[in-house]
Each structure stands twice: as C-alpha cells, then as structure tokens.
C-alpha cells in the first residue's frame, strides 16, 4: 500500500529515471567497449568461458612468439654452420692435394698457409655472436665465448700459430614451450657442433671389485644418474646405458676398467653431481675440476674437434708429411664433415617444426579469437536499438513528468 502525498509523483519519476540512467550507462558502455560484459554479475556462464578463452589465447601468442624467435635463431645459426661445411670441404680438398705425392715440402707449406687461414675463419664462426648478443655455440651460457684459443711455436713455422682451441661453454640444451605443455629441446652446444670424431674413454683402473658404499648421483653427457648403495659395476654400466645419454659403457676385458664411448662426433661429459663415484672409478679428476677437462690422468682419451683435425692438416703440411695427410687426418676430416652435416639437417628440421609451430599457433589464435568474440562481443544492431528504445521511453517519461508536477493532494480529494 502507497501513502499518497504531494510527492508522489514526483518520487516514482525520479526512480524511473534513475533506473532508466543506469540501463543506458549500461548499453553505453557496452557499445564503447565492444562487449557486453563489463561485470562477472552481467553473464556468470559467459564471462566464465571468456576468461579461460583469453588466458588461453595469450598464452597462444607467446607459444606463437616463442617459435618465430626460435625460427630465427635458427636461421642464423645454419648460415654459420653452412659456412662451417664449406670451409672443412676446402680443408679436406687441400689435405687431398697435398698427399697426392706430387707436392714439395715447400708446395706443402704454401697449401698450409691458407689452412691456417680457414682455420682462424672457423674459430671465428664458432665463437658467433646472435643478432640478439648472445654467444650461439656455447650452450646455455651464452654471455660466455665459446671457444678459448691458445696460440704458441709449431715445428715448421717462424711465427706463433693456433695451437689449440678449448671449448669454453656447456652442454645443456634449452626447452622452449611452443605448445600446451609441449616444449622444443635443442642443444646448441659447441662440444657437438665443432666436434670430429667419437670421443672414447679407456680407464686403467680396475673396476671389478668397485661397490658403492654410498647413495651418489652422476652426470653423463648431461643426463644425471642415480648411484645407489651397494651397486657394483655391472649395474653402473647397466644404468649408463638406459640412461638415454649419447654414451655407451663397457667394461674392458684386459683391464676390468670402465670404458665409455659417445654414440655419435661429441665431447664426453662427466661430472660427479653427488658423491664421488667416477672418481673412485678414476675417470674424472677431483670436483674442483668442471668438464669436459676434467678427464683423469690416468685414462687414455681419443677423439678430436674439427679444430684439431684442420690444426693436424696444418701442421702435417708444415712438416712436409704427405703421408699422414692422406690417412688418418683425411679420415678425421670426414668424420667431421659427416658430423657437420648431421649437425646443419638437425638445425633445418627444428627449424621447419619452429614454422609448423608458427602456423598452428596463427590458426589456434584465429579459432580462439572467434570463441572469444561469441562469448564477451556485443551484438551491435541490437545495442543500437536498445539503445533507441531507452531514449523513447526517457522522452516518455519526461513528458508525463511534465504533466504530473502539477498535481497535489487535493486533486485526490475530490
């Protein structure tokens, strides 16, 4: 029941305006914003979906962005990398040349002038620094030069000439998530890239006996492995070899000690992560040292960089010896360009994933923009003629307003 009074009229038009304000704020701001829901209150079912639509279309983005960058390191690191393959097949057409028998020592030592050349050039290529500062063979440390060289005498020649070159970065590789929860692992280590031969690793120590005493972990070829207590060797060598590391173990049959191999041209990498398992062993030297030269004393270890294959080159044409020229070195030089181009086709295919990455992630964010679009867009023809119907009723309301100020009690009286 309303109380009648002077006021009445007056109070029930100005609580319809002020609703009928609040509904045209309300439209709008929709139409302002494209959207028509400005409040989690407006569309509870809706501005549900609409969240999970939009985190999941900006982590679509950054998948997208991740690939494009990953392209383009890509991109970069192969034109290196192709360049690296040009200058190994000229070293081995030079090594080819000179052990043909027909050279002189002096011939030999002209041909090792341009070797050493190509030699600088590709020291160069490998301590490449990225458009965006960052070392591109050295692993995840890429603040770091990738290559330290040091120079010194070599027989044959008047002047001070690289004689080594030391890897300088690591060996772990880097996930890039490009999809939900599915990332993009690449190593883009210097010690696999510039790397000749299959490295491998003769202990002298007898390992027969060798028993854990306590719980351990160890590092090899970046994959850690746990030690337990009480393991012998056997089942040392047994989780080395189902580890998924590039490495295969063995035990010699001469020395009973543990011998290691890489399964393809890399440098070995191990490391005692906990306790002292591989240098009980006689592998590595104490922890002080870090790897890939931390390598026992003890242990006989074969198997060169590209470096020490075109220094071999050098150096064999400065002595004047066609022979080895035309063995071992040769081989080695193959090997490398074998490596070389598994290294370059491993680049090409995560580069073509990279662009199947890109496409998806620019359809995924096509399809999701239109979820989002169906969920939180307005529809503008029915916006506008809300809109119009608000300001017929406004009007309405005012002109009845206009007509109703005059009355008073009395008029209820009569």
């Given at each position: 029941?309303?109380?009648?009074?002077?006021?009445?009229?007056?109070?029930?038009?100005?609580?319809?305006?002020?609703?009928?304000?609040?509904?045209?704020a309300?439209?709008?701001?929709?139409?302002?914003?494209q959207?028509?829901?400005?409040?989690?209150?407006?569309?509870?079912?809706?501005?549900?979906?609409?969240?999970?639509y939009?985190?999941?279309?900006?982590?679509?983005?950054?998948?997208?962005?991740?690939?494009?960058?990953?392209?383009?390191?890509?991109?970069?690191?192969?034109?290196?990398?192709?360049?690296?393959?040009?200058?190994?097949?000229r070293?081995?057409?030079?090594?080819?040349?000179?052990?043909?028998?027909?050279?002189?020592?002096?011939?030999?030592?002209?041909?090792?002038?341009?070797?050493?050349?190509?030699l600088k050039?590709?020291?160069?290529?490998?301590?490449?620094?990225?458009?965006?500062?960052?070392?591109?063979f050295?692993?995840?440390?890429?603040?770091?030069?990738?290559?330290?060289?040091?120079?010194?005498?070599?027989?044959?020649?008047?002047?001070?000439?690289?004689?080594?070159?030391?890897y300088n970065?690591?060996?772990?590789?880097?996930?890039?998530?490009?999809?939900?929860?599915?990332?993009?692992?690449?190593?883009?280590?210097?010690?696999?890239?510039?790397?000749?031969?299959?490295?491998?690793?003769?202990?002298?120590?007898?390992?027969?006996?060798?028993?854990?005493?306590?719980d351990?972990?160890?590092?090899?070829?970046?994959?850690?492995?746990?030690?337990?207590?009480g393991?012998?060797?056997?089942?040392?060598?047994?989780?080395?070899?189902?580890?998924?590391?590039?490495?295969?173990?063995?035990?010699?049959?001469?020395?009973?000690?543990?011998?290691?191999?890489?399964?393809?041209a890399?440098?070995?990498?191990?490391?005692d992560k906990?306790?002292?398992?591989?240098?009980?062993?006689?592998?590595?030297?104490?922890?002080?040292?870090?790897p890939?030269?931390?390598?026992?004393?003890?242990?006989?270890?074969?198997?060169?960089?590209?470096?020490?294959?075109?220094?071999?080159?050098?150096?064999?044409?400065?002595?004047?010896?066609?022979?080895?020229?035309?063995?071992?070195?040769l081989?080695?030089?193959?090997?490398?360009?074998?490596?070389?181009?598994?290294?370059?086709?491993?680049?090409?295919?995560?580069?073509?994933?990279?662009?199947?990455?890109?496409?998806?992630?620019t359809?995924n964010?096509?399809?999701?923009?239109?979820?989002?679009?169906?969920?939180?867009?307005?529809?503008?023809?029915?916006?506008?003629?809300?809109?119009?119907?608000?300001?017929?009723?406004?009007q309405?309301?005012?002109?009845?307003?206009?007509?109703?100020?005059?009355?008073?009690?009395?008029?209820?009286?009569?």
């Open positions: 029941m309303n109380r009648i009074s002077s006021q009445l009229n007056n109070n029930n038009t100005q609580s319809n305006l002020r609703l009928q304000e609040i509904k045209r309300n439209v709008e701001n929709q139409i302002g914003t959207s028509r829901i400005s409040q989690l209150r407006d569309a509870p079912l809706a501005a549900g979906h609409l969240v999970r939009e985190s999941y279309l900006r982590r679509v983005n950054q998948f997208e962005k991740n690939a494009a960058t990953l392209a383009d390191q890509f991109q970069v690191r192969e034109g290196y990398l192709n360049q690296n393959l040009q200058i190994i097949q070293v081995r057409e030079l090594a080819i040349n000179g052990a043909n028998g027909v050279n002189t020592p002096e011939d030999l030592k002209i041909m090792s002038i341009e070797v050493n050349e190509l050039e590709l020291v160069q290529n490998a301590n490449a620094i990225g458009p965006d500062g960052n070392s591109l050295a692993g995840t440390s890429t603040k770091t030069r990738a290559f330290d060289v040091f120079e010194g005498s070599v027989p044959g020649s008047a002047e001070s000439l690289i004689t080594q070159v030391r970065g690591n060996n772990e590789s880097v996930n890039v998530e490009v999809d939900e929860n599915e990332y993009l692992s690449f190593n883009n280590s210097g010690s696999k890239n510039f790397w000749a031969e299959r490295q491998q690793l003769i202990a002298s120590r007898d390992a027969s006996s060798w028993q854990a005493s306590d351990a972990k160890i590092s090899v070829d970046g994959k850690v492995i746990d030690i337990n207590s393991d012998n060797v056997y089942a040392l060598i047994s989780k080395i070899n189902g580890s998924g590391a590039s490495v295969r173990a063995s035990l010699d049959p001469i020395t009973n000690g543990l011998n290691l191999e890489t399964t393809d890399r440098q070995l990498w191990l490391e906990s306790g002292s398992t591989l240098q009980d062993l006689g592998l590595i030297k104490d922890n002080g040292q870090k890939p030269y931390n390598i026992g004393n003890s242990v006989r270890l074969s198997g060169g960089s590209l470096f020490d294959a075109v220094i071999a080159v050098r150096d064999s044409m400065l002595n004047g010896d066609s022979e080895s020229l035309g063995g071992r070195v081989g080695v030089l193959d090997n490398g360009l074998k490596n070389l181009t598994t290294r370059l086709s491993e680049v090409g295919s995560i580069y073509e994933r990279c662009q199947n990455n890109i496409q998806r992630s359809l964010e096509l399809n999701v923009t239109k979820l989002v679009s169906r969920e939180g867009d307005i529809d503008f023809t029915k916006a506008v003629i809300d809109m119009k119907k608000l300001q017929y009723v406004n309405a309301t005012m002109s009845n307003a206009a007509k109703m100020y005059s009355s008073t009690l009395l008029n209820y009286m009569r």
